[in-house]
């Protein structure tokens, strides 16, 4: 028995999320269906984390097991032939038994991407939120440098969230602007936020864009994020962002090199 892990990237606009639901269609229904077909194994495989409809990956990592003996180097462009194509699996390699794709992961880098434009970019409709108001970038900024350290995330996952502890490390937040010309709209550009963890809790990402989203629409004070921290009440946090804006950037692992950074 051998097992694989593999590197996949996916545009999330047309699925149920990564993980198998009852009513179908998502991505890991889509690898498991490729697999079988060209290994004749019916398998489950192991992500390294759930990502919810209409969310994206760039560096989302799974493994599965099989008696395949299809040669590793040849996993890539014969699994791909028979997925879809907003589903592109990028390297494969075999790992030891123990290895599991989401309880070997040492970080996470989620990216959360807004379009700050006059008018929607047609071209990136499905993976940037668009937001057609101006922006302070820096205070937003501050308030996204709040969250790095050990928190209770209780204020910034969703109510209910069936998980022992709240409590989770950020390791570091960037916040990334990219203007561009515009001559109808001088602050037009893209924001990245960016946040890396030892893990994530529902929707934590999102909300923690939505709360750093009011502060930079001056409805928030920057200075606010501990407060919000120490409350412990998902109320006094900003909303849900919408899904699409989120991607899953990067998984890192101790030996597992996944070629993301």
């Not at 998502?26 to 004749?40: F, M, P, S, Y």
């Not at 560096?59 to 395949?68: A, M, P």
């Not at 989401?102 to 047609?122: C, E, G, H, L, N």
């Not at 004070?221 to 109320?235: H, Q, S, T, V, W």
Request: aromatic residues 10%; hydrophobic residues 35%; charged residues 25%.
């Amino acid at each position: 028995m051998r097992n694989i892990a593999m590197l996949v990237s996916y545009d999330g606009t047309g699925y149920n999320g990564f993980q198998t639901q009852p009513d179908g269609n998502t991505v890991q229904d889509k690898l498991e269906a490729g697999i079988w077909q060209l290994t004749g194994e019916r398998t489950k495989i192991t992500g390294s984390g759930r990502t919810d409809a209409g969310v994206h990956a760039r560096g989302q990592v799974f493994n599965f097991l099989t008696d395949s003996r299809v040669p590793v180097e040849r996993w890539c462009l014969a699994l791909n032939s028979r997925l879809p194509n907003d589903i592109v699996v990028r390297s494969a390699r075999e790992v030891p038994e123990s290895f599991h794709a989401r309880r070997s992961a040492k970080r996470k880098t989620y990216r959360y991407s807004i379009q700050r434009s006059k008018f929607p970019d047609v071209f990136h409709r499905t993976t940037r939120f668009h937001h057609p108001r101006q922006l302070a970038v820096d205070t937003m900024r501050t308030a996204l440098a709040a969250f790095v350290g050990e928190h209770d995330f209780t204020s910034f996952c969703s109510v209910g969230t069936p998980v022992e502890s709240h409590v989770r490390t950020i390791f570091g937040t960037r916040l990334l602007y990219e203007p561009y010309q515009d001559p109808d709209d001088g602050d037009a550009g893209v924001i990245h936020l960016e946040v890396t963890g030892n893990g994530f809790l529902y929707n934590m990402v999102r909300i923690i864009a939505g709360t750093v989203l009011e502060v930079g629409e001056g409805k928030r004070d920057p200075l606010g994020i501990d407060a919000i921290l120490k409350g412990r009440n998902r109320e006094l946090a900003g909303p849900t962002a919408v899904a699409h804006g989120l991607t899953l950037w990067n998984v890192e692992y101790e030996f597992f090199q996944t070629g993301l950074d």
